[in-house]
């Protein structure tokens, strides 16, 4: 089964157009619980499950129309050449949904790096899949837009939520029971801090590291069973508002996951010195009592975890950081 057929039974004759344009909002997520290896690469089918908390306002902005004569590709304003990467990746997405003899302009607006390790191609086709369902008129649930999201970037399906979410990995050969949906718990006082050690973008893709590493670390053979342990321990934590719970199991899920990447043939290795620098500090941080917490996914830019309690001390410590709220700028 391809990435086609998972399109056409989901969409089936419900393709309509009803507008000029579809328009679409999606936010990067920072998963928690890592997504690490695929048991089905065409259908992006993780091995595991995960759980991801969104960044509200950081994301994707979309807007996507008909052309009659040729794919025309935007990212951030510059019109891409078709031999790129990032435009042979869109057209190849979107091939199922076309109407016959139908072109689209795609314009899509990052306001985070691109590919460096802060979730840009999760967003990115969180907010496409959104704007074919509008320019469409498919009226599609949440579900199964995160399907779709999926067959561009696994992480994708995350993104079309906000809050915590998660991600079932499933067991389907066909796919159809891995999607992603939100957890109804909230968590006012948390904040997410961004510090982008470089906007370049990372020398290995995601997707390309992820199938080195299955391929060829031993460590990856326990990486389910540390999965598995780290899901239940952090849904227990958002449960129960337990920080430290958080905090320490992310903080060891980010580092068990580069362990795998560390330990493959050649090994993948995404951290830069400043990188480094960030961990040592955080954990010098925690031995004077300031509770805070990194993650950080597959690239060298890193993601803390603290209260809102300790914003002004945490922006003392590092000036370029950039604070998200996940739930908003409620009262805490």
């Known amino acids: 089964m391809i990435k086609s057929d998972i399109v056409k039974s989901i969409i089936s004759e419900k393709i309509r157009l009803s507008s000029n344009e579809g328009k679409a909002f999606a936010p990067a997520n920072i998963a928690l619980c890592k997504y690490w290896g695929k048991r089905n690469a065409e259908l992006n089918?993780?091995?595991?499950?995960?759980?991801s908390i969104s960044l509200d306002g950081l994301g994707t902005q979309t807007?996507?129309?008909?052309?009659?004569?040729?794919?025309?590709?935007?990212?951030?304003?510059?019109?891409?050449?078709?031999?790129?990467?990032?435009?042979?990746?869109?057209?190849?997405?979107?091939?199922?949904f076309r109407?016959?003899?139908?072109?689209?302009?795609?314009?899509?607006?990052?306001?985070?790096?691109?590919?460096?390790?802060?979730?840009?191609?999760?967003?990115?086709f969180a907010a496409l899949v959104s704007a074919l369902n509008e320019l469409f008129n498919m009226q599609l649930d949440k579900k199964e837009?995160?399907?779709?999201?999926?067959?561009?970037?696994?992480?994708?399906c995350r993104s079309l939520y906000d809050g915590f979410v998660e991600w079932h990995a499933g067991t389907r050969?066909?796919?159809?029971?891995?999607?992603?949906?939100?957890?109804?718990?909230?968590?006012?006082d948390l904040r997410i801090g961004?510090?982008?050690?470089?906007?370049?973008?990372?020398?290995?893709?995601?997707?390309?590291?992820?199938?080195?590493?299955?391929?060829?670390?031993?460590?990856?053979?326990?990486?389910?069973?540390?999965?598995?342990?780290?899901?239940?321990a952090i849904k227990e934590a958002i449960k129960s508002g337990d920080f430290e719970l958080l905090g320490q199991t992310s903080e060891s899920n980010a580092l068990a996951m580069h362990a795998t990447m560390i330990e493959t043939v050649p090994a993948v290795f995404y951290w830069l010195p400043e990188t480094i620098q960030v961990f040592h500090r955080v954990w010098e941080l925690r031995q004077n009592r300031v509770p805070v917490y990194f993650t950080i996914d597959a690239g060298p830019n890193v993601k803390l975890?603290?209260?809102h309690d300790n914003e002004n001390r945490l922006k003392q410590e590092f000036p370029d950081l950039q604070i998200v709220k996940p739930f908003g700028s409620e009262d805490v």
């Open 45 to 51: 089918l993780p091995v595991t499950s995960s759980l």
């Open 63 to 96: 807007v996507l129309s008909l052309n009659e004569d040729q794919d025309v590709i935007f990212l951030n304003g510059q019109k891409l050449d078709p031999d790129t990467v990032f435009y042979r990746r869109i057209k190849e997405f979107l091939e199922p």
């Open 99 to 124: 109407p016959d003899n139908i072109y689209f302009t795609v314009k899509t607006t990052n306001n985070i790096p691109t590919a460096a390790g802060l979730a840009s191609s999760a967003s990115g």
């Open 145 to 156: 837009l995160s399907i779709l999201a999926r067959l561009g970037s696994g992480s994708a």
């Open 173 to 188: 050969s066909d796919g159809m029971d891995s999607y992603a949906e939100p957890l109804s718990n909230s968590w006012p």
């Open 194 to 232: 961004i510090l982008t050690v470089t906007e370049k973008q990372k020398p290995k893709s995601s997707r390309a590291a992820m199938a080195q590493t299955v391929k060829t670390s031993l460590f990856y053979r326990k990486w389910p069973e540390r999965v598995k342990y780290d899901l239940a």
């Open 305 to 307: 975890l603290f209260s």
